[in-house]
Every structure is written in C-alpha cells, then in structure tokens.
C-alpha cells in the first residue's frame, strides 16, 4: 500500500473517518468526515473549495486547512457553515500533524 502524504498514517486517517461518519450529527462532525474522505479519496472534490486533483499532496491538504480556517471565522457565513469549517479545519490540522484551531 502506498504511503499516505501527511504525518497520520492511512489507517489511523480511516480510523477517524469511521468514528466521525458513525457521529456525523452536528456541522463541526460533519466537516471533519468530509475532510477525512477527502484526504483518502483523490476523487473527491475538497469540503471548501471544491478543487479536485488525482493526485494529493501534502500541500494540498495545507491549502485546503487554510481555506476553512479563514471559512470558520468569516462572519458572512452561517453558523452552521463555520462549524463545518471548523470540523474540515481540525480534522486536517490532525492529519498533518499541526495544532488545531482555537474556537
């Protein structure tokens, strides 16, 4: 099996895509198990900014936690959307190994 890019290894990813899609109840979940499938399937578009690429880097999930960083805290979008940045944001943030984000 091929490496996965970032600092969690392909199992430990699928293992938390598993617990967040078993609990996908509320918006910061829900943003979390999208992340998650994201990073495991290059055929997915990204949860925030919809790009698409077959092939994933390291860069790419960098760039996409960036997005829903700047998502979670922009007050033109609904709670809602923000808590789903904030889950997309964490989950990211795990995976390579940075610190999540503060509330």
Known sequence: MQEFVAVR?????????????ASETCPETGGRAAAYRWALNPQEAAPITGRRRTV???LDLAV??????????????TATERAFARGVARALAWILGFPPIAD
């Open 9 to 21: 290894s392909r199992e430990q990813v699928a293992a938390a895509a598993a617990s967040a899609t």
């Open 64 to 77: 996409e936690e960036r997005a829903a960083i700047v998502r979670s805290r922009d007050g033109d979008h």
């Open 56 to 58: 994933r880097t390291e």
